[in-house]
């Protein structure tokens, strides 16, 4: 009976995956299925749902209610200066190169609530190209993107923020970067003065633009593999000649179509340059 149960949940998960696509625009049919059923499980219980016909109702009746349920499936797991020796090969191998050109546009890809936004902005101020770089920080979640604009984070966590800070090669004294306010810090919004923030949805959506550095880390772990594929020729199409893509750790283009045309930069942090 569990088995039946069970299989007649991810019917009805597939139903409604496809009817969000059709109302919504969002398309999650590329999505790892068991994290999609388990997030929709886990946000019928915060809800006290009893069924997908409730859930069915107040995703296609209340657009505030929808929201919710978005952040829910969508991952929004982040840290400021996340792997620090990312960071600090970003600023030893990557920055310099790019510091040699006129105008600088960098793409970070699902940025989530912000984190690693401010990270990005942060070696970029401390290197002198922040006011020479564009960024393009975009996420299928616009909550989240209003969220990373505000740059308010939880004091809680600013410790371990500001151990990885200077594993990452960090330069100044952190806490210049935020004041803090009732258990809350809230970085200078000059580090966002370069910062464009775009709805963009890796499964559906086309490029909009040329960078010389996409960032897209612990994203497409959640993607299957064909997602997979789609988001790797997204990317290839955004980058310029001899541009440069930064993956997370448990990412890799190596089974992809596109691995050819690229070298690594830094194996172990997952930084490749584009060849032509």
């Known amino acids: 009976m569990r088995l039946k149960e069970e299989d007649l949940f991810e019917l009805e998960a ?16 590329g999505y790892a299925r068991a994290s999609v059923y388990r997030r929709i499980k886990r946000f019928l219980g915060q ?29 929004n797991v982040t840290e ?22 006129p105008f600088i546009k960098i793409w970070d890809a699902g940025c989530s609530t912000g984190e690693e936004l401010f990270s990005l ?30 740059g308010i984070f939880s ?30 810090v809230k970085f200078n919004s000059a580090l966002v003065r370069q910062v464009v923030f775009y709805p ?12 010389h550095l996409i960032v897209c880390r ?14 790797f020729r997204l990317f290839d199409e955004s980058l310029v000649s001899l541009g440069y893509l930064a993956l997370g750790k448990k990412e890799t283009l190596a089974m992809s179509g596109i691995s050819g045309d690229y070298n690594f930069v830094d194996k ?5 340059r584009k060849t032509s």
């Open 14 to 29: 597939e139903a409604l995956i496809k009817e969000i696509k059709a109302q919504y625009g969002y398309d999650f049919s």
């Open 47 to 75: 809800k006290h749902l009893n069924s997908m016909g409730e859930l069915r109702q107040f995703l296609f009746t209340d657009s505030f209610f929808f929201e919710n349920f978005l952040q829910e499936i969508t991952v």
């Open 80 to 101: 400021m200066f996340r792997d620090p020796t990312f960071y600090l090969s970003l600023r030893e191998n990557v920055l310099p190169i790019l510091s040699t050109y």
């Open 121 to 150: 902005a942060i070696l970029l101020e401390e290197e002198g190209l922040l006011d020479r770089t564009k960024i393009y920080a975009t996420d299928i979640n616009q909550k989240v993107l209003r969220q990373a604009k505000e």
């Open 155 to 184: 004091a809680s966590n600013m410790a371990a923020y500001t151990s990885a800070y200077y594993a990452a090669g960090g330069k100044r004294d952190f806490s210049e970067y935020y004041t803090s306010n009732y258990g809350n």
């Open 200 to 211: 963009h949805n890796l499964a559906t959506d086309t490029s909009f633009n040329e960078f």
């Open 218 to 231: 612990n994203v497409l772990i959640y993607f299957n593999r064909e997602l997979q594929e789609r988001v």
């Open 268 to 272: 172990n942090n997952r930084l490749y």
